[in-house]
């Protein structure tokens, strides 16, 4: 029965995730590979503060959360994804002491990213386009990381080639 009502669940997430992919705002989630990777990188550790744009499942934020001592916001617009968030953030108990992770549901239009540490983003170019003034409200010294796709409007730091052409980019706020 339990394994009939998840499968219903994630069935439901995957058509409705579709049908929002129809209009234009798709979700694909980052491979868990590629998020060991940016942990590899070494940019995210106890301490920092985290936001991610179009935070899906909360999937990435939920890694790095459950490893490190980190403050982590998602938004998120698409309902499914926000119940799947804190569905799966009150199994990985999501506010401590010492660290605590909030999923917002509205647009990351409206997101203050001005005194965050790392902006992570799977988003695609137009989008990234569109947020770059948003990005330059950031502090000196903050990171942007968008996986697979590249924010022209800004220079880039570092770039981690992927296995298949995907790729790992890293932008600095100067
Ligand atoms: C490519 S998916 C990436 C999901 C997640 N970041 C990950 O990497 O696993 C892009 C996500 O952005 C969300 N999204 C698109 N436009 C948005 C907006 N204006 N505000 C908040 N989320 C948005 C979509 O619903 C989708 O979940």
Not at 5 to 19: E, G, H, N
Not at 69 to 85: D, K, R, T
Not at 155 to 167: A, R, S, T, Y
Request: some cysteine; charged content about 20%.
């Amino acid at each position: 029965m339990i394994i009939l009502l998840l499968t219903l669940f994630f069935v439901a997430i995957i058509t409705i995730s579709l049908l929002i992919g129809a209009i234009g705002v798709p979700y694909v989630p980052t491979p868990s590979k590629v998020i060991r990777s940016i942990d590899q990188l070494g940019l995210i550790k106890d301490g920092t503060n985290i936001v991610e744009l179009g935070s899906g499942d909360a999937k990435f934020l939920r890694y790095f959360f459950s490893k490190y001592q980190v403050n982590a916001q998602g938004y998120e617009i698409a309902p499914m994804l926000i119940f799947a968030s804190f569905l799966l953030c009150w199994r990985t108990k999501c506010k401590t002491k010492r660290k605590e992770l909030v999923i917002h549901a509205k647009s990351f239009s409206s997101a203050d990213i001005s005194k965050t540490d790392v902006v992570y983003c799977y988003l695609l170019p137009q989008t990234l386009k569109k947020l770059a003034p948003n990005f330059q409200t950031m502090k000196k010294g903050s990171l942007i990381i968008s996986y697979d796709f590249a924010i022209h409007e800004l220079p880039v730091e570092q770039v981690l080639k992927l296995p298949k052409g995907k790729k790992i980019l890293v932008y600095r706020i100067v």
